[in-house]
């Protein structure tokens, strides 16, 4: 894992990013890359501490099951100073993780997609996240079809917002939904489902024995690479 710095225009502050490189990478050959969002209370630390995504992915590979993709766990939170606010759920707080889609597009993508060796088109191009995060994921992914083909959520939490969603849009998109059948949020999951039901966007929705908890966002990680790379 590779910590990145860059500077945000959005923020008028630095921020920062773990980038996960495949194996064998080498600049000479270009990736799929997907951006990894964290929850409420996490920063770009989460997924790295908790989520053991280096040797999920790494094994994924190396079993052959997935192609090579490089993989960016930015702090979600876009704001300044940049720092977990005391009251997770306070306005300022929310409007730090709303305020992330134009770091996002502004900021980060453009820094890592000339750092590093990506197609940096849609179609190689995704987004996923968990809870906080997830609900990053859908309300940017399908906000965004023009950017993103493939957009995970594990556990999306109540800031997912179906107005967000471009639901007439042309691109085809690969959305795939997880959440723990005991999950205290899966009822945002299900409601989302249905929406995506009653507008006829094709995608998968998954339940699975487990709480809010990392059992269930790291096999959302697991399975969401596979599905894309099927
Ligand atoms: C909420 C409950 C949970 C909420 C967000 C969360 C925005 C997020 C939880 C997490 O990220 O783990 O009401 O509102």
Known sequence: ???????SNTTGVDR?????????????????????LHGIGGTEDEWIQYG??????????????????????????AMNPDSVPQDMFSPTAQAAF???????????IP???????????????GICGLSMGGGQALNIGLGNPDMFAWVGA????????????????????????LCGESDFLLSISEKTHQFLLENKIPH??????????????????RSFLQEIFR
């Not at 894992?1 to 500077?7: P, S």
């Not at 820094?111 to 191009?125: A, L, M, N, P, T």
């Not at 998968?204 to 990392?214: N, P």
């Open 1 to 7: 894992m590779v910590k990145e710095k860059y500077f």
């Open 204 to 221: 998968i929705y998954k339940t699975m024995q487990g709480a809010h908890d990392w059992p269930v966002w790291k096999e959302g990680l």
């Open 98 to 108: 709303a305020n992330f889609e134009n770091d996002l597009f502004k900021d980060l």
């Open 52 to 77: 053991s995504p280096k040797e999920i992915v790494d094994n994924l590979i190396n079993q052959k099951l997935i192609q090579p993709v490089i993989l960016v766990f930015p702090n979600g939170r």
């Open 154 to 177: 594990f556990s999306p939490a109540p800031n997912t917002d179906v107005n967000k969603f471009k639901v007439n849009s042309p691109k085809k998109q690969l959305i795939w939904i």
């Open 16 to 36: 920062y990013c773990y980038v996960y490189l495949p194996p064998d990478y080498v600049p000479t050959k270009k990736y799929p890359i997907i951006y990894v």
């Open 111 to 125: 820094f890592i997609e000339k750092k590093y060796s990506v197609y940096g088109v849609r179609e190689y191009r």
